[in-house]
C-alpha cells in the first residue's frame, strides 16, 4: 500500500512552486474523516466529499496536493500576516527550540523571549498599555478579560459590577466565555449560552439597520443603543463592553466613524471598562498597529492573538492598560489564572521576530498609505457589477453584498445560500473568499502588492460573472 505521507515533487513548473508537495490525496481524506474532527464542520458532511489538502503556502499563494494554486484572500484565518514561507520565523523557532523549548511562568519564573516580546509589545501599543498577559489563542484571551474585568471591579469594592455586554453577530471564540461574549445565535444555541453576566446590543451595520440615515446619524444612534443597554441594567451593575474595532467573523462590517468616539464617551460617563477585541484587527490590519487607534478611541484591554507571529505558531494574550494592571498589581495579591504554555519562550520568540518583520519592512505604513487605498480603489470598483449592492474596505479587510435586486438593495432569501453558491466558485478558480450568509469578505496578507490586488480583484469579478450566470440559470434572478 502506498503511504499516504511520502511526499514527492509536483507536476508543476519549479519557478511557480519550488519544492511544492503532492501527498496521495485521496488517502490523506480518508484519514481526514476517520480520525480529524474538525472546527466549525458538519463531519457527516466533509467525509461525503472530502477535505481540500492544502500541502504548502508561499507569500499570499496555497496549493494543494492536486497542484491547484490558490490565491489565498483571508491570509489562512486573518492572520498570515506577513504570508507564507517566511524562513526567518522557522530559524526563530528553531532557535528557541535548540536553547530551551519550553518552561513554564508559574512559581515565580520568567524566560527570555516572553520579557523580550512583552517589552517590544508595550513599544508597538498605544501608551496606556505597559503590561501583557499571555495566553495560547484568541478565546483564551477573551476568556482571560472576562476574569480580569471581574476581578478589578472585585478589588474597587464594587463586586456586583458583573455584567459585559457586547454586541449581536460579533465573535470572540469559541470557548465557553468567548463564545458567550460573541453574538453569534447558532453558537449560543449549543451549550446553553451565553453564560450569566453577558449581554448584547445591535451592531453598527448601516446596510441592515440604517438605510434612511447618514451614516455618520446611524453611528451616534448604534452607539446609543450601547447606553440604552446600561440604564436598562442599571451603571451599577455593568462592569465592561467588548467590540472588534471591525467585526470580522461577522461580515466585515466596518462601524460608521461616528460610532467609536460616541462608545468611548459613552464608556466614560458611566465608567465601565472598554475592552478593543484587536484579534484581527490588529497588527496592522487596517493600516495603524490596532485598530482602536484607526478609529480613534481608548481601551482599556486590548485582545490579540492571529497576526501577532502571523499563524505560524499559537499564541494570544490580553494588553492590559494601567487603569486596570495597576488595581491588579497593587490590591490583587495573586491573580489566580493563568495557562501551561503561557509565555511559551518558543512562541514569543517567533512574534517577537514577526513583530521585526513587520516593522523592517514597514507592512504597517504600507497598508495605510498604499495598498490599503489601492484596494479600497479596486474593490470598491466592484460596485459596477449586477449582483454587487454594496462593496466597503478598511485598511485589508473588505466586504461585499450580494443582491437579487440592486436598485431596491432586494436580498436574496436566506434559504438559497448565494453567498455559498459565490464561495464555491471561488474555490474552485483558485480564489479564497469567505461567505458569511450573502456577504463576500476578504483579508488577504498585509505583503500583497498592487499587482495581486488586482488579480485578486480580477478573480472575484469572474467568479461573481459565474454567480450570476449559476443563478440566471436556475432562474433565481
Same mark, same amino acid.
Given at each position: 500500500?502506498?503511504?499516504?505521507?511520502?511526499?514527492?515533487?509536483?507536476?508543476?513548473?519549479?519557478?511557480?512552486?519550488?519544492?511544492?508537495?503532492?501527498?496521495?490525496?485521496?488517502?490523506?481524506?480518508?484519514?481526514? !474523516?476517520?480520525? =480529524?474532527?474538525?472546527?466549525?464542520?458538519?463531519?457527516?458532511?466533509?467525509?461525503?466529499?472530502?477535505?481540500?489538502?492544502?500541502?504548502?503556502?508561499?507569500?499570499?499563494?496555497?496549493?494543494? !496536493?492536486?497542484?491547484?494554486?490558490?490565491?489565498?484572500?483571508?491570509?489562512?484565518?486573518?492572520?498570515?500576516?506577513?504570508? =507564507? %514561507?517566511?524562513?526567518?520565523?522557522?530559524?526563530?523557532? =528553531?532557535?528557541?527550540?535548540?536553547?530551551?523549548? @519550553?518552561?513554564?511562568?508559574?512559581?515565580?519564573?520568567?524566560?527570555?523571549?516572553?520579557?523580550?516580546?512583552?517589552?517590544?509589545?508595550? $513599544? #508597538?501599543?498605544?501608551? +496606556?498599555?505597559?503590561?501583557?498577559?499571555?495566553?495560547?489563542?484568541?478565546?483564551?484571551?477573551?476568556?482571560?478579560?472576562?476574569?480580569?474585568?471581574?476581578?478589578?471591579?472585585?478589588?474597587?469594592?464594587?463586586?456586583?459590577?458583573?455584567?459585559?455586554? !457586547?454586541?449581536?453577530?460579533? =465573535?470572540?471564540?469559541?470557548?465557553?466565555?468567548?463564545?458567550?461574549?460573541?453574538?453569534?445565535?447558532?453558537?449560543?444555541? +449549543?451549550?446553553?449560552?451565553?453564560?450569566?453576566? /453577558?449581554?448584547?446590543?445591535?451592531?453598527?451595520?448601516?446596510?441592515?439597520?440604517?438605510? %434612511?440615515?447618514?451614516?455618520?446619524?446611524?453611528?451616534?444612534?448604534?452607539?446609543?443603543?450601547?447606553?440604552?443597554?446600561?440604564?436598562?441594567?442599571?451603571?451599577?451593575?455593568?462592569?465592561?463592553? /467588548?467590540?472588534?474595532?471591525?467585526?470580522?467573523?461577522?461580515? #466585515?462590517?466596518?462601524?460608521?466613524?461616528?460610532?467609536?468616539?460616541?462608545?468611548?464617551?459613552?464608556?466614560?460617563?458611566? &465608567?465601565?471598562?472598554?475592552?478593543?477585541?484587536?484579534? /484581527?484587527?490588529?497588527?496592522?490590519?487596517?493600516?495603524?498597529?490596532?485598530?482602536?487607534?484607526?478609529?480613534?478611541?481608548?481601551?482599556?484591554?486590548?485582545?490579540?492573538?492571529?497576526?501577532?507571529?502571523?499563524? @505560524?505558531?499559537?499564541?494570544?494574550?490580553?494588553?492590559?492598560?494601567?487603569?486596570?494592571?495597576?488595581?491588579?498589581?497593587?490590591?490583587?495579591?495573586?491573580?489566580?489564572?493563568?495557562?501551561?504554555?503561557?509565555?511559551?519562550?518558543?512562541?514569543?520568540?517567533?512574534?517577537?521576530?514577526?513583530?521585526?518583520?513587520?516593522?523592517?519592512?514597514?507592512?504597517? $505604513?504600507?497598508?495605510?498609505?498604499?495598498?490599503?487605498?489601492?484596494?479600497?480603489?479596486?474593490?470598491?470598483?466592484?460596485?459596477?457589477?449586477?449582483?454587487?449592492?454594496?462593496?466597503?474596505?478598511?485598511?485589508?479587510?473588505?466586504?461585499?453584498?450580494?443582491?437579487?435586486?440592486?436598485?431596491?438593495? $432586494?436580498?436574496?432569501?436566506?434559504?438559497? &445560500?448565494?453567498?455559498?453558491?459565490?464561495?464555491?466558485?471561488?474555490?474552485?478558480?483558485?480564489? *479564497?473568499?469567505?461567505?458569511?450568509?450573502?456577504?463576500?469578505?476578504?483579508?488577504?496578507?498585509?505583503?500583497?502588492?498592487?499587482? +495581486?490586488?488586482? $488579480?485578486?480583484?480580477?478573480? *472575484?469579478?469572474?467568479?461573481?460573472?459565474?454567480?450570476?450566470?449559476?443563478?440566471?440559470?436556475?432562474?433565481? *434572478?
Amino acid at each position: 500500500m502506498t503511504n499516504p505521507f511520502d511526499i514527492r515533487a509536483a507536476e508543476v513548473p519549479p519557478a511557480l512552486v519550488r519544492a511544492a508537495a503532492q501527498v496521495d490525496t485521496r488517502a490523506i481524506q480518508a484519514l481526514d !474523516s476517520a480520525h =480529524y474532527l474538525h472546527p466549525f464542520t458538519d463531519h457527516k458532511l466533509l467525509a461525503g466529499k472530502g477535505a481540500r489538502v492544502m500541502v504548502r503556502g508561499e507569500g499570499i499563494y496555497l496549493w494543494d !496536493s492536486e497542484g491547484q494554486r490558490v490565491l489565498d484572500g483571508m491570509s489562512g484565518l486573518w492572520c498570515v500576516n506577513v504570508g =507564507y %514561507g517566511r524562513k526567518e520565523l522557522a530559524d526563530a523557532a =528553531y532557535r528557541q527550540m535548540t536553547e530551551m523549548p @519550553y518552561y513554564n511562568s508559574f512559581f515565580n519564573t520568567t524566560n527570555v523571549p516572553a520579557v523580550k516580546l512583552a517589552t517590544l509589545l508595550a $513599544e #508597538v501599543a498605544p501608551p +496606556q498599555f505597559q503590561h501583557v498577559f499571555f495566553a495560547n489563542s484568541g478565546s483564551e484571551g477573551n476568556d482571560t478579560v472576562v476574569r480580569m474585568v471581574r476581578r478589578y471591579w472585585d478589588l474597587l469594592g464594587q463586586p456586583q459590577r458583573k455584567v459585559i455586554i !457586547s454586541r449581536h453577530n460579533a =465573535y470572540h471564540g469559541s470557548t465557553m466565555a468567548g463564545a458567550s461574549l460573541g453574538g453569534m445565535s447558532y453558537m449560543h444555541a +449549543q451549550g446553553d449560552l451565553p453564560i450569566p453576566g /453577558i449581554t448584547h446590543i445591535q451592531q453598527p451595520y448601516w446596510f441592515e439597520h440604517g438605510r %434612511g440615515m447618514s451614516k455618520d446619524e446611524f453611528g451616534i444612534k448604534a452607539a446609543g443603543w450601547l447606553e440604552e443597554k446600561i440604564l436598562a441594567i442599571g451603571p451599577d451593575k455593568v462592569a465592561a463592553f /467588548i467590540g472588534e474595532p471591525v467585526q470580522g467573523a461577522g461580515g #466585515v462590517i466596518i462601524p460608521p466613524d461616528t460610532y467609536w468616539p460616541e462608545i468611548q464617551r459613552i464608556c466614560d460617563k458611566y &465608567g465601565i471598562l472598554l475592552v478593543s477585541d484587536e484579534v /484581527i484587527c490588529g497588527f496592522g490590519r487596517l493600516g495603524e498597529w490596532f485598530g482602536c487607534e484607526k478609529f480613534g478611541f481608548r481601551p482599556d484591554l486590548m485582545t490579540f492573538a492571529k497576526g501577532v507571529t502571523s499563524g @505560524y505558531i499559537p499564541l494570544g494574550g490580553v494588553l492590559v492598560g494601567e487603569r486596570v494592571a495597576t488595581v491588579l498589581i497593587e490590591q490583587g495579591g495573586e491573580f489566580e489564572h493563568g495557562y501551561t504554555y503561557s509565555g511559551h519562550p518558543v512562541a514569543c520568540a517567533v512574534a517577537t521576530e514577526n513583530i521585526e518583520i513587520v516593522r523592517r519592512e514597514k507592512l504597517v $505604513e504600507k497598508v495605510r498609505d498604499d495598498t490599503g487605498p489601492y484596494l479600497k480603489q479596486q474593490f470598491e470598483a466592484l460596485i459596477d457589477h449586477p449582483l454587487v449592492g454594496m462593496a466597503e474596505t478598511c485598511g485589508l479587510v473588505a466586504g461585499l453584498v450580494l443582491v437579487k435586486d440592486k436598485k431596491s438593495l $432586494e436580498c436574496f432569501a436566506p434559504e438559497l &445560500g448565494v453567498g455559498m453558491v459565490c464561495r464555491g466558485h471561488m474555490f474552485g478558480n483558485g480564489m *479564497i473568499m469567505r461567505a458569511v450568509g450573502d456577504r463576500m469578505i476578504i483579508a488577504p496578507p498585509l505583503v500583497v502588492t498592487r499587482a +495581486q490586488i488586482d $488579480e485578486m480583484i480580477a478573480l *472575484i469579478r469572474r467568479c461573481l460573472d459565474a454567480t450570476l450566470a449559476e443563478l440566471r440559470q436556475r432562474n433565481l *434572478i
